[in-house]
């Protein structure tokens, strides 16, 4: 049975206490200091089956436990003294949580070692949620990257991908949004389906996507709808069109019925509709 996985990067920054919220909902606003205790409070209904804190050597000292940020405050001129938990008290209601040391990511070696040690703790199949806000700024892309390799090798699913706005707060009321940026991992697919589709003449990834895409459409139209049915028609033609090249069906590439039905579906569909499908 597939895992649901929660894994996320802590930074070692110091982070003040924001009202995170949701899908554009503020009234489901969690506060705190840590973005990833809103993300595992937001998806109690997920029992997650894992989650994993990767830390750097500063981040496990300043943020994860008895976090040395507390005694900068105590130390500092200012009398105000914020109280300051670490991530790891505020998630002692969790279970299975892992936190994993790794490298700051400072050189080429230290990249390559951080992508090694991700990768090896996920599993075939696994459900990922994972949140990309902390972290020094190349880490985000990195993981992107390990992600995309993941779906290859490891077969896993993005369920989501998020991140907290914190620069976009509104600093009146302290509220912050989580943005939803699960289609970077989408965008990654679809150019993979493209490359398949124009190097190889595969269009089964092509045909995958696409149907996933357009069966809520379907189902909410009752078919009815031009793009979806069009669409519809092409990814199934397709295949048979790409079978007819492979095997030399000489008749029916000259004929060309199949390619020609699907270019009068091409013809149909709105440019703009569907921005994947576009180019």
Known sequence: MARKVFLSILGKGYYKPTKYYFDGEKSNAIETNFIQEASLRHYP??????????????ARTFNWENPAWRKVFQNSKFNSKPEYEGLSKKLEDFKNIETIDIDDGNNESEIWSIFETIF?????????YFDITHGFRTLPMLLMVLINYSKFLKNIEVEKITYGNWEARDEKN????VIDV??????QDWTNAASEFINGGSAEQFVKLSKQNIAPVMRETKGQDLFAKNLNFITNELPGFILNI???RGNEIVSNKKGKKINDAISKIESDTFTPITP
Do not use: R, V, W
């Open 246 to 248: 492979q095997t030399n």
């Open 45 to 58: 209904q997920d029992n997650f089956d894992k989650i994993y804190i990767f830390l750097t050597k500063d």
């Open 120 to 128: 090896k703790e996920l599993n075939e199949g696994d459900q990922l």
């Open 182 to 187: 699960t289609s970077f991992s989408k965008i």
């Open 174 to 177: 302290n509220f912050a949004p």
